[in-house]
């Protein structure tokens, strides 16, 4: 057994960081949103198969999707997946161009992190705005 006199005295804090110690950052807000938006895309999926599967029943079971999809509701859902695959997909760009070592420096960092949630804000907002021209 060691000997008490030589034991070390060790500060009081947690075994792991948690959220409670980290100053909240812009780079910790999108990987965050990264994550979530990669799991509502992977939860969404169906609704795609979904669609596809309306589609190849015939006219009444894609009028039945169609309504469904077309309520208020339905956009609503459709809206935040849309935007969920958008950032995702402006997200892994960030972390491949980080993965090249570039843009590496704080400002950069937050530059592309607040990037990704303008990107994604702006090219959810033209494709509805093109969906509602088109349609």
Not at 3 to 16: G, T, V
Not at 25 to 33: E, F, G, K, P
Request: charged share 10%; net charge positive.
């Amino acid at each position: 057994m060691a000997d008490a006199r030589f034991a070390r005295r060790l500060p009081e804090r947690p075994l792991s960081p948690h959220l409670q110690i980290y100053r909240f950052t812009w780079t910790m807000a999108m990987s965050i949103a990264h994550r979530v938006s990669g799991a509502a895309a992977y939860f969404a999926a169906p609704l795609l198969v979904l669609w596809l599967l309306a589609a190849a029943q015939g006219p009444e079971a894609y009028a039945t999707l169609s309504g469904i999809y077309g309520s208020w509701f339905g956009i609503i859902v459709l809206i935040g997946v849309s935007w969920a695959v958008i950032h995702h997909s402006i997200g892994g760009v960030r972390h491949m161009v980080w993965d090249a070592t570039i843009g590496m420096d704080r400002r950069s960092r937050t530059l592309w992190a607040q990037g990704t949630l303008a990107g994604s804000v702006l090219l959810t907002a033209l494709v509805w705005l093109a969906v509602l021209i088109w349609s």
